[in-house]
T-cell receptor
Framework: AQSVAQPEDQVNVAEGNPLTVKCTYS??????LFWYVQYPNRGLQFLLK??????LVKGSYGFEAEFNKSQTSFHLKKPSALVSDSALYFC???????????????FGSGTQLTVLP | GAGVSQSPSNKVTEKGKDVELRCDPI?????LYWYRQSLGQGLEFLIY????????KSGLPSDRFSAERTGGSVSTLTIQRTQQEDSAVYLC???????????FGSGTRLTVV
């Protein structure tokens, strides 16, 4: 079974400061990992993914995430936060050796990021 | 189409009525997924379609929920005899077979009164 944990329901950061949104995962093999962002009354938008290769993945809007296999983590980061980054962020995982129904992504519970001006 | 299209965007229905939610995936995407997002909650997997294979219905919360996908494209999620606890945002997503990432629609906000 695959699972994702986002330990923080809420993260507050001042504009211009670096931000981190935490994610840890559990899968039986090497994971596919994803970050999505959801703005109010909108669907989820893809930010970035880790499939294989470099552990540091760069995505949309200046976000990046680092895959750490030993810590089973995939934390989302941005060097300088903007007020417009305020949104709900979801981490998701999939076990790539899964087939059939297990191809579905399993999502974390989400972290509400608020960037204060 | 260019993106995943869901309709209606909002639906208010009376308790006990049936509702149908529609999803039109990205052209060429063989996989289609339905998720439910309740207020303040994460995403709950409902059902998964892959090409012409039998769908995975393991996430459907009760037998009042059903879904079909016609011609490997458009999907309809049907909720019969709606209950207040069915109120949520229903999100549809599609992907290529490899499932490297989903593209989500904007969702249907269902309110059961």
């Amino acid at each position: 079974a695959q699972s994702v944990a986002q330990p923080e329901d809420q993260v507050n950061v001042a504009e211009g400061n670096p931000l981190t949104v935490k994610c840890t995962y559990s899968v039986s093999g090497n994971p596919y990992l994803f970050w999505y962002v959801q703005y109010p009354n909108r669907g989820l938008q893809f930010l970035l993914k880790y499939i294989t290769g470099d552990n540091l993945v760069k995505g949309s809007y200046g976000f990046e995430a680092e895959f750490n296999k030993s810590q089973t983590s995939f934390h989302l980061k941005k060097p300088s936060a903007l007020v417009s980054d305020s949104a709900l962020y979801f981490c998701a995982v999939r076990d790539p050796i899964s087939s059939g129904s297990a191809r579905q992504l399993t999502f974390g519970s989400g972290t509400q990021l608020t960037v204060l001006p | 189409g260019a993106g995943v299209s869901q309709s209606p965007s909002n639906k208010v229905t009376e308790k006990g009525k049936d509702v149908e939610l529609r999803c039109d995936p990205i052209s060429g995407h063989t996989a289609l997924y339905w998720y439910r997002q309740s207020l303040g909650q994460g995403l709950e997997f409902l059902i998964y379609f892959q090409g012409n294979s039998a769908p995975d219905k393991s996430g459907l919360p009760s037998d009042r929920f059903s879904a079909e996908r016609t011609g490997g494209s458009v999907s309809t999620l049907t909720i019969q005899r709606t209950q207040q606890e069915d109120s949520a945002v229903y999100l549809c997503a599609s992907s290529t077979y490899e499932g490297y990432g989903y593209t989500f629609g904007s969702g249907t906000r269902l309110t059961v009164v």
